[in-house]
């Protein structure tokens, strides 16, 4: 049974990754997640604008109410060495990529960039195999179009690809107009891997107080269906990787990923809720349904049922929506 | 030999650098104004920087400085080198094992910031009355009277004490030089080698208790020994000057820095001279130096090693040409016939005298007079005055300068114009505000300056009274020599005025010398509309002297460049670009430098901020231009109201104005009792945003009322009749209960009081349906509102206040109606602590006495000019007083023993005056109940009954039951104070008072480090949490008092936290008042030494309680009586991890930011802790009530 997979031009041992999460906290967990047989962990998002925030909010904090009274012209002792800025995610990155064997990919997200490319780079210095960017803006400023945050990306994905040797991948949002077009100019842009799809904070309100919280649940199974179809479209008509985030909670959605086309596919909510030894159960579990079915490889299985493959392309086109109405109706009636 | 350094550090960080670096030990515990230099030996030693013998000192807090006296004995005891740092009322509290160090011939020094000692009042400031304390203890003492002086006579101590085995204090004054910034060569860890002989060093330890080859030392000895033993050590101290001298002499020859133990500066033909030692010495002998160029012919003597006095050194200093003698002296010994150095003096000389060894042809007169005290300046006008007194055939003796004292006719009179200023020297002057950080701005410009090889800087810094929108004064002085001048700027030639509200307040432009430059920030106005805006009489002041004014809108270049409300860089680069200390591209690129420096480990973006500031300042600096006339019709606003009281007006007044120099000893309280309430006479309007109180929206809970850390949401209800003479913008709503329609309800904000700190709207639960973000209480610009609101505040006031019989005690809803007598008081903007304050004045206010422990609760409830404990209508109110830090709860229980004692003897006297007085009324008098408020309120008209009738008695026992009659109604006796008091310094009598089964309440407002002092770690500060002594994170849990004190049955103990649960907080307070017994309250305060949000406080504190950090309990003895279980838990279990609470606090994201793995660790023992905590409470909370204490009578 040959269960490799190549993302990025990295090759996996199997396609079943760790993607982005608070469990890549610590050298420890990223060891345990290895143990436990991810092919790849993705860190946890280096957000530029908390690093900006969290230096200023510091300094701020630290000197708020200093040299106004005779007594007490400080409040905290002074110490030299802080590490503000990406120094401790560097230096996770860099010890956990010293400690396992597996690929360790960075994540980042940044507001300007400069802040793109010079983490991007940092990263790699610190021994990233692949830099995942975590697009992730809400355009709700009115007056942008959709063709800025399009050109926006594009723009991202071409600095920091001049920046770095390593692969990049972008996960992307699934709220563009035309996802292909989009993967397709992300693709020319020089993307190494398409990470689909990026689930984005949806605040809740609280009712008791009148206040927008926030809410982020983790996926559940049936979430998979839309990065299924949008990989299903995409599975051999891009030079970039295809990875597969969102919903992955059984073997069975592993499944699904692959045969629509998915190189990887990316776990967090099973392992936030069953613990990080799940990873094994799936990649078992994944290993357990090919016995079953008697296939060989998982690239025997990758696309087999992707747009291009299946019996009825246009399932996955519109008349797809008309098909599901249509299954409404009981055969029985 | 390493290079030589040269620096620019105060005397603190001078004094401290050496001492950390010749010790193996210090004792340490924080006290202004030394704090800094223990401060600094924790963060060198958490930094791992070693001593000159290659290892790092162990440095140790302990919970007093009688334990860090303690500490110190033990470890010279077993022959480490120990130091220890302090002050005032710290040395007070090492004097007994001063005696012991110094009988046991030890070789230590402590290192002194010299300062006021607490008497009439307390003082934080600088003078020579804790070291003159100390003379008999058998410690020799050297005074250093510079910054490069407490550098160098910390080695020099050093060096002495080695070689004499008598211990020494090496002081300096505090704040003058302990806080003054100046430049210096840095001594380097060879010529300290060089100094400290490594065989002294090893004959110390010798001496060492060592159970190796034993000895035994600390005797008790009888009458037949111990006096021949106390003359033992008399050749000891006779070779200490020639020690001394002889160390210096050393030091000189490695340094080049010559010092003797007395020097003399002047004219060596001088027939007059000025003897004193400290910081003063500077200014005298710059004085001298002046004069003798003018003719005169004067000198200075300069006391270093003041104790023991040399005399055959004093009389081969003294010119022989000397007629005249003035010892000046920085202490008062009140009922002494002269203070300590005069008396040493006149007896060397009449000695000498004597003995013919005079070096003058006869006795010089000599006169004893005092200055300086609580650091009062020291000017050369006041030398100059004493010189002149010498001139005079009957000069004052026993005089006092720098004062006007019209009581005793002590004060010689002075001529303020005199000055000696150097034409050379760039006299700056900045006026900002705490929170604008000016003063950091400064210390910076003079690192820029002082690093320049060329120049000499120094700095100095004037701080008020309050913690909130506090102003700074800084003073600095930049030249191409040395710079001594240890006194405020007397004439600046450049003025920066950083806040333009400035030029209300005070005269700010009094000491701009003709032709200076003044730069001023206009903000919120564009500079071009700034003249117009000035007063006339400050106007005027710049015409006559000829001022240069530049303008800025530095809070809109600092807002435009995302640096808030920081003007500080802002400022920086305009004062060096129009004073031309040094040329402007340079300092430009120095001022870079400098902040990349300072800000480079802070992170990038902090760094970027500045530097656009920078850029975009110059752009928008203008020069103002001054018409040849006054244009303004502004006058200077009053500084309080025509309606303030007398003292107000002529004395509290005069303080507020920056003027409490120029008042006279009689118009001062001869014995430290101020009026109460004079914070409402100051409005201070230090936020331009303030709250707006929405009626319709409002659900009149009085939860913004009960959190208002300053008192200024008020609310009153009252018959809708009231309202006819209301102002047309007077805000009124129908009263949210049903049965009353003719009952209005009013919220009213004292906006010039209001601090913005924001808690009252934070805390709203109401909300407008039609929008969300607005509640029944919202921030807003204060200017449009004003006028009308302070006509509502007005008519507010003339509402009658609501019937405390009417008033619902057990609901927050209920006390809002209770007017706080604890009012506007000058915390920080969101002070987590004075709304239990406020609670206790609301709802005992009346009958209220509390002892208030040293610290913040002190200094904003007592520090003058105005206080906040105030009156109500009836003139009742909380009586306040703080004794020490360390005595607090015994200060409070006598305060209750004196309850108890006159309630005693009252109620004996009226027993025995009863067929006089009327049986029925006695027996009310002494048996009824006083629990309720309706109960108290009986109780008075029964006491004043019972006066009335006592009026008519010709019985001679009436006269002492009228002193005493109030003490028939229950007093209700409050102990207050902080966490570093209750925890650490004033444990031990936490724990008395706690046992004493009296009816005392305990308030312990904790905010788990030493606030006042600057954020030192207590017994209460959290595992893992940062703090001062703590760099390294906290490695020890805090102390559980609750349960300590619930060991003892019989004590009510609460935790509340008002932002988690407001109601058990009352219910907590009433419950503990009403028990007869001993109480404690360990109320959880928000603070900004936690680096948080202010604003967010209450937020904390609730997740302070979600996580299990801070559990509510209540332990209730008279619950326990009841059979029942006496141990309540308050909040439920831990719902958040430690951390969702911990990391929103700087305190414990700090170490996140140094040592991640640590802080992680810690993180994880204190969710165990907490855990396990919590089973032991849940445990407690759990059992039968028989399994606790009984319950023992108070």
């Not at chain 1, 396609?15 to 962990?41: F, H, Q, T, W």
């Not at chain 1, 891997?193 to 609280?206: I, K, S, T």
């Not at chain 2, 007194?389 to 114009?417: C, M, W, Y």
């Amino acid at each position: 049974m040959d269960l490799r997979t190549t993302y990025m031009g990295i090759e996996l041992q199997h396609p079943i990754v760790a993607s982005a999460s608070p469990l890549s906290a610590s050298v420890a967990n990223i060891k345990r997640l290895e143990d436990a047989g991810a092919s790849a962990v993705v860190m946890f998002s280096l957000f530029e604008e908390q690093l900006r925030h969290e230096s200023a909010s510091l300094e701020y904090l630290m000197t708020a109410g200093t040299e106004s009274f005779a007594e007490s012209l400080s409040y905290f002792p002074e110490i030299e060495d802080y590490t503000v800025g990406p120094d401790s995610y560097l230096e996770l990155l860099r010890q956990a990529s010293n400690a396992v064997d597996i690929p360790i990919i960075g994540s980042l997200n940044g507001i300007t960039n400069t802040g793109w490319i010079e983490y991007a780079q940092l990263m790699q210095e610190a021994g990233a195999k692949g830099i995942e960017l975590n697009i992730y803006y809400i355009p709700a400023d009115l007056t942008t179009s959709g063709r800025e945050v399009e050109e926006r990306y594009i723009e991202i994905v071409k600095a920091v690809k001049a920046a770095v040797t390593v692969p990049v991948a972008v996960k992307l949002s699934p709220f563009f107009s035309a996802i292909g077009s989009m993967a397709k100019a992300l693709d020319d842009a020089g993307a190494d891997g398409l990470v689909l799809f990026n689930r984005f904070y949806q605040p809740d309100f609280d009712l008791d107080t009148l206040e927008v919280a926030p809410n982020l649940q983790l996926s559940a199974s049936d979430e998979i269906r839309l990065p299924l179809l949008w990989i299903a479209v995409l599975y051999g008509r891009l030079r970039a990787s295809l990875a597969a985030t969102r919903g992955v909670h059984t073997p069975v959605e592993v499944v699904k990923y692959l045969m629509a086309g998915a190189d990887a596919v990316m776990t967090t909510s099973a392992l936030l809720k069953n613990g990080i030894d799940y990873l094994t159960t799936l990649r078992d579990g994944l290993k357990a349904w090919m016995e079953m079915r008697h296939y060989d490889s998982v690239a025997q299985m990758k696309g087999s049922m992707s747009q291009r493959n299946v019996a009825d392309p246009t399932a996955f086109e519109r008349a797809n929506y008309i098909k599901t109405l249509e299954s409404y109706r009981s055969d029985y009636s | 030999m390493t290079e030589r350094q040269v620096t620019t550090i105060d005397g603190n960080e001078a004094a401290a650098y050496v001492a950390y670096r010749v010790n193996e030990v210090c004792t340490i515990y924080p006290i202004t104004p030394s704090s800094t230099m223990a401060e600094l030996a924790d963060q060198w030693a958490a930094e791992g920087i070693k001593n000159i013998w290659g290892t790092v000192p162990l440095v140790m807090e302990m919970q007093h400085e009688g334990g860090a006296a303690g500490a110190a004995h033990g470890a010279l005891q077993t022959g480490a080198l120990t130091t220890t740092f302090t002050a005032s009322q710290g040395l007070m509290l090492m004097i007994p094992n001063m005696y012991k160090i110094a009988g046991e011939l030890t070789s230590a020094v402590f290192h002194v910031a010299a300062r006021s000692l607490a008497t009439q009042g307390l003082s934080i400031f600088g003078d020579h009355q804790d070291v003159m304390a100390v003379r008999p203890t058998g410690f020799c003492m050297l005074a250093s009277s510079s910054v490069q002086e407490a550098h160098d006579m910390a080695l020099i101590a050093q060096a002495a004490t080695l070689e004499a085995r008598v211990p020494f204090i090496h002081f300096f004054d505090g704040f003058r030089t302990s806080h003054e910034v100046n430049k210096l060569t840095l001594l380097t860890d060879d010529e300290m080698r060089a100094m400290i002989r490594d065989d002294l060093v090893l004959a110390h330890r010798a001496r060492a208790l060592n159970p190796d080859r034993p000895f035994i030392r600390g005797t008790a000895q009888n009458p037949d020994v111990y006096f021949q033993s106390r003359e033992t050590v008399n050749p000891f101290y006779a070779k200490v000057p020639e020690i001394v001298q002889a160390a210096m002499d050393k030091f000189a020859g490695i340094t080049g820095r010559t010092y003797h133990l007395f020097d003399y500066f002047g004219d060596p033909q001088a027939e007059r001279v000025i003897i004193l030692m400290g910081s003063g010495t500077e200014t005298a002998r710059e004085t001298a130096a002046h004069l003798n160029q003018h003719g005169e012919r004067v000198g200075v003597v300069q006391i270093r090693l003041c104790q023991p006095l040399s005399a055959p050194d004093f009389l081969a200093t003294l010119p022989a040409s000397v007629k005249s003698i003035a010892v000046l002296e920085r202490t008062k010994e009140p009922s002494a016939s002269g203070e300590p150095l005069y008396l040493e003096i006149v007896n060397l000389l009449m000695e000498a005298h004597a003995a013919g060894t005079l070096p003058t042809p006869a006795l010089p007169r000599i006169i004893g007079g005092r200055y300086g005290l609580s650091s009062k300046e020291f000017t050369p006008a006041m030398c100059k005055t004493v010189f002149d007194e010498l001139r005079k055939n009957q000069p004052k003796n026993h005089f006092t300068v720098g004062i006007v004292d019209d009581v005793a006719h002590t004060s010689l009179d002075v001529d303020p114009s005199f000055d000696i200023e150097s034409h050379k020297v760039v006299r700056a002057m900045f006026f900002g505000l705490g929170a604008d950080g000016t003063v950091g701005a400064n210390k910076n410009s003079i690192k820029i300056i002082g690093d320049d090889p060329e120049f000499f800087a120094q700095g100095y810094f004037v701080y008020d009274s309050k913690k909130s929108g506090s102003q700074t004064v800084s003073h600095l002085r930049f030249g191409p020599d040395p710079i001594r001048a240890p006194y405020l700027v007397q004439s600046a030639n450049f003025i920066g005025v950083h806040q333009f509200n400035f030029l209300d307040r005070g005269d700010v432009l009094k000491r701009a010398a003709p032709g200076a430059v003044v730069l001023l920030n206009t903000s919120p106005h564009e500079p071009e509309e700034a003249w117009d805006r000035i007063p006339r009489p400050v106007q005027e002041e710049i015409i006559a002297k000829k001022l240069e004014i530049y303008g800025i809108n530095a809070e809109k270049v600092a807002r435009d460049n995302g640096m808030g409300t920081r003007i500080n860089t802002i400022m920086q680069t305009c004062f060096f670009a129009i004073s031309k200390v040094l040329p402007r591209d340079k300092a430009i690129d120095k001022i870079k430098y400098s902040i990349k420096k300072s800000y480079m480990r802070k992170g990038e973006e902090v760094v970027r901020k500045n530097f656009v500031a920078v850029d975009n300042t110059l752009v928008n600096l203008r020069q103002i231009a001054v018409p040849a006339q006054a244009t303004s019709t502004r006058q200077l606003p009053p500084v309080v109201p025509a309606a303030a009281p007398a003292f107000v007006q002529n004395v509290t007044a005069m303080m507020m104005a920056g003027r409490g120099d120029e008042l006279p000893v009689s118009a001062l309280p001869i014995d430290g009792t101020y009026p109460s309430g004079t914070t409402k006479w100051e409005k201070r309007n230090i936020s331009n945003f303030v709250p707006i109180w929405e009626p319709n929206i409002c659900i009149q809970c009085g939860n913004c009322s009960m959190v208002c850390p300053h008192g200024v949401i008020r609310s009153k209800f009252y018959n809708e009749v009231g309202l006819a003479d209301a102002p047309q913008a007077f805000k009124t709503a129908p009263i949210d209960a049903r049965g009353f329609p003719e009952i209005r309800y009013t919220l009213q904000v004292y906006l010039e009081d209001c601090t913005g700190c924001g808690l009252c709207v934070e805390v709203c639960p109401a909300k407008s349906k039609e929008q969300a973000n607005r509640k029944a209480i919202n921030m807003a610009h204060k200017e449009p509102v004003l006028e009308n609101e302070r006509a509502n505040i007005t008519f507010f006031e003339t509402l009658p206040e609501v019937d405390r019989g009417r008033v619902d005690f057990s609901t927050v809803r209920g006390v809002q109606f209770l007017p706080p007598l604890f009012e506007f008081s000058g915390a920080c903007a969101g002070c987590g602590e004075t709304p239990y304050l406020k609670l206790l004045s609301q709802l005992f206010g009346d009958r209220l006495l509390v002892a208030n422990a040293t610290g913040c609760s002190s200094i904003y409830g007592g520090n003058l000019p105005t206080t906040p404990w105030s009156v109500n209508s009836e003139g009742r109110g909380p009586a306040w007083s703080n004794s020490l830090f360390e005595d607090n709860a015994e200060f409070g229980l006598g305060f209750r023993l004196t309850a108890d004692k006159h309630l005693t003897y009252a109620q004996e006297l009226l027993r025995a005056l009863a067929p006089q007085i009327g049986e029925d009324l006695v027996d009310d008098l002494i048996n009824a109940e006083q629990v309720t408020e309706t109960d108290v309120r009986r109780q008075r008209g029964r006491v004043a009954e019972l006066k009335q009738r006592l009026k008519e008695l010709p019985d001679p026992r009436v006269q002492h039951l009228l002193s005493i009659a109030d003490q028939l109604v229950r007093r209700s006796v409050w102990i207050v104070g902080g966490d570093g008091w209750a925890y650490d310094i004033g444990s031990s009598g936490v724990d008395h008072v706690l046992a004493s089964g009296r009816d005392i309440n305990i308030l312990v407002l904790d905010t788990e480090v030493y606030s006042n002092t600057g954020g030192q770690m207590s017994k209460s500060t959290p595992l893992g949490a940062v703090a001062k002594f703590a760099a390294a994170g906290k490695q020890i849990g805090k102390k559980d008092v609750a349960l300590q004190a619930i060991s003892y049955g019989n004590v009510f103990v609460a935790r509340v936290a008002l932002g988690a649960n407001p109601q058990q907080t009352l219910l907590a307070f009433r419950e503990a008042e009403a028990y007869p017994g001993p109480s404690l309250i360990l109320a959880y305060s928000h603070c900004i030494a936690h680096g948080i949000n202010m604003q967010r406080g209450l937020d904390q504190q609730h997740l302070a309680v979600e996580s299990g950090h801070w559990p509510l309990v209540r332990y209730n003895p008279a619950v326990r009586e009841s059979g029942e279980n006496p141990f309540i838990l308050d909040s439920g279990r831990p719902k958040i991890p430690l951390k969702q609470y911990a990391y929103n606090e700087v305190r414990y994201k700090v170490l996140a930011h140094t040592n991640p793995q640590e802080a992680e660790h810690l993180m994880e023992l204190g969710q165990q802790a907490i855990n396990q905590r919590w089973s032991v409470y849940e445990e407690m909370a759990a059992r039968g009530g028989a399994t606790f204490q009984p319950k023992f009578k108070p």
